[in-house]
């Protein structure tokens, strides 16, 4: 066999093997490139240890606060690099994919705009911050193929300084809510009701096409709240079927996520909080679209809870957080994106 004739061979298995890639793994970045080094590592770890073809979509979604020595761009260049070393040495597809976004477009566009880049069978979402455990593909994968089910469901490490603190057991609780074994009907009741499972989107392997009929259902929105709830909803309305296993598959790192603390002193940060309003008015609208019998009364009932304690959430932040001089603008602006007589309901409560 000639040098040459080799060298087409390889193109052309390397060709197949991009054809099937066995997972798509979706990361949005924003303002968080000095921990996206450890994020990709957990991932090449658990390439490493499964047998898998693997694509890696990183998406951009216009960081702001990176200098020279951390664009994400120059971060993935290594990544890339990587990525082709351990292909040639495993002879398996280990894709790594970089888009960037020349403005913000918020968390729920960005998973989009990554899941559109996807050429997996399943998807599985990581946030940029997080980190997944050696086992993670492999224990996944070998779920849904053994149960054929729409959705695989492990369970979460939490990372955090304190983990005797409230919130380390508060969200170690809610992480770790999953259901063990299968689920083969009324997905919406066990999310929305029975509360069988967490609705955090990472953790979890999905069939693309599900994720994909999910996302028909939301319009594009620009939204950095409640955009886990408004994706579940829809992937737990599309899919009929659910898998829990006792493997843990991931690492969440609770200390590095957007503090409620903080004080908010102008009114784009204002907006950006209330704009979790725009979720619960997207749902509605879909739900209206959509034949008579598609929710009961009880699970919409469930949802304008969740969208009340939603606003509950914002109006404490805002109280909490915001400036003297803002607060009537912040009451203000609560009006505009919640509706007034909502907004005065629980308002003087809190």
């Given at each position: 066999m000639t040098a040459v004739t080799k060298l087409i061979r390889q193109s052309l298995i390397f060709l197949h093997m991009k054809k099937n890639i066995n997972i798509s793994i979706l990361i949005p970045v924003f303002n968080t490139e000095p921990l996206l080094k450890n994020c990709?590592?957990?991932?090449?770890?658990?390439?490493?240890?499964?047998?898998?073809?693997?694509?890696?979509?990183?998406?951009?979604?216009?960081?702001?606060?990176t200098d020279d020595n951390n664009k994400c761009k120059k971060i993935v260049k290594v990544f890339k690099k990587e990525a082709k070393?351990?292909?040639?040495?495993?002879?398996?597809?280990?894709?790594?994919?970089?888009?960037?976004?020349?403005?913000?477009?918020?968390?729920?566009?960005?998973?989009?705009?990554?899941?559109?880049?996807?050429?997996?069978?399943?998807?599985?979402?990581?946030?940029?911050?997080?980190?997944?455990?050696?086992?993670?593909?492999?224990?996944?994968?070998?779920?849904?193929?053994?149960s054929g089910c729409d959705v695989i469901h492990g369970k979460t490490n939490i990372i955090a300084n304190d983990l005797s603190s409230n919130a380390a057991i508060i969200k170690g609780k809610r992480a770790n809510l999953v259901h063990s074994g299968a689920i083969n009907e009324n997905l919406l009741n066990s999310f929305l009701i029975k509360k069988d499972f967490n609705g955090f989107v990472w953790g979890k392997l999905y069939k693309k096409e599900i994720v994909l009929r999910a996302f028909d259902h939301i319009p594009p929105m620009y939204c950095t709240v409640q955009e886990d709830f408004i994706t579940s909803l829809w992937i737990f309305f599309t899919a009929k079927s659910y898998y829990g296993i006792d493997s843990t598959v991931y690492n969440y790192n609770i200390e590095t996520g957007i503090s409620s603390k903080n004080q908010v002193t102008d009114?784009?940060?204002?907006?950006?909080?209330?704009?979790?309003?725009?979720?619960?008015?997207?749902?509605?609208?879909?739900?209206?679209?959509?034949?008579?019998?598609?929710?009961?009364?009880?699970?919409?009932?469930?949802?304008?809870?969740?969208s009340a304690n939603c606003l509950i959430n914002n109006i404490k932040q805002l109280k909490a957080s915001v400036t003297p001089e803002l607060q009537q603008t912040a009451y203000e602006i609560l009006c505009d994106y919640w509706g007034q007589n909502f907004v005065d309901k629980f308002y003087k409560e809190f």
């Open positions: 990709f590592d957990s991932i090449k770890q658990s390439f490493l240890l499964s047998e898998l073809n693997v694509q890696v979509v990183i998406i951009n979604d216009a960081s702001t606060k070393q351990l292909e040639r040495q495993n002879k398996r597809c280990f894709l790594i994919d970089y888009a960037e976004h020349y403005t913000n477009k918020g968390l729920l566009e960005t998973r989009r705009d990554a899941l559109f880049l996807a050429q997996g069978d399943y998807i599985l979402i990581v946030d940029s911050d997080d980190t997944i455990t050696p086992n993670c593909l492999t224990d996944l994968y070998n779920a849904a193929i053994k009114i784009s940060q204002i907006e950006k909080i209330c704009s979790a309003a725009g979720v619960f008015t997207a749902i509605y609208s879909e739900i209206e679209s959509l034949p008579q019998d598609s929710f009961t009364s009880e699970q919409i009932q469930k949802i304008q809870i969740v």
